[in-house]
């Protein structure tokens, strides 16, 4: 007869107690640890799934703050385009309405012309004559503005030799 060999199984009954305490123990850290890597993982990925939440939000709202913004503008380049039109109907009717003379007015805005440079040149004028007076005058105005330190008051008629 042929004996068979048979496999020895592993049948904690015949192994020493050490074995089957460190069998339950490596038993038991291996369980601890896939339950505390599940639990883990769990909380990693909610809060993840809240930060990218958060972070679509705020990238979303910026966006929709920007798209805002340029609608804002499109509508009030769009009033002002309306704008425009009213004023060039306006103008189109008043121009219609009006009887006046284009040569007169023509010649009336260059008589303007004629007249706001003569002003411009007399103020001129009287710029450089206020310069010449004030150069020529200069030393009687530090003396004014001296006394006006030291007093506080200027009196324009008290002669230099009763002020001191």
Do not use: C
């Amino acid at each position: 007869m042929e004996q068979r060999k048979r496999t020895r199984r592993l049948r904690p009954g015949d192994m020493p107690i050490f074995y089957k305490i460190l069998l339950g123990v490596v038993g038991m850290v291996m369980l601890a640890l896939g339950v505390t890597t599940y639990v883990n993982a769990r909380a990693l990925q909610a809060d993840l799934r809240e930060k990218i939440g958060l972070e679509f939000a705020a990238v979303a709202s910026a966006h929709m703050d920007h798209l805002a913004d340029i609608l804002s503008e499109q509508l009030t380049i769009l009033q002002s385009i309306t704008l425009i039109n009213a004023v060039k109907t306006g103008v189109a009717a008043a121009n219609l309405r009006y009887e006046g003379d284009g040569a007169a007015i023509e010649t009336a805005l260059l008589a303007t012309d004629r007249d706001t440079e003569r002003a411009e040149a007399l103020i001129n004028e009287m710029i450089g004559e206020t310069r010449n007076l004030v150069e020529q005058h200069w030393p009687d105005i530090e003396v004014l503005a001296k006394r006006l330190l030291v007093k506080g008051r200027v009196n324009f008629l008290e002669t230099e030799d009763s002020a001191s």
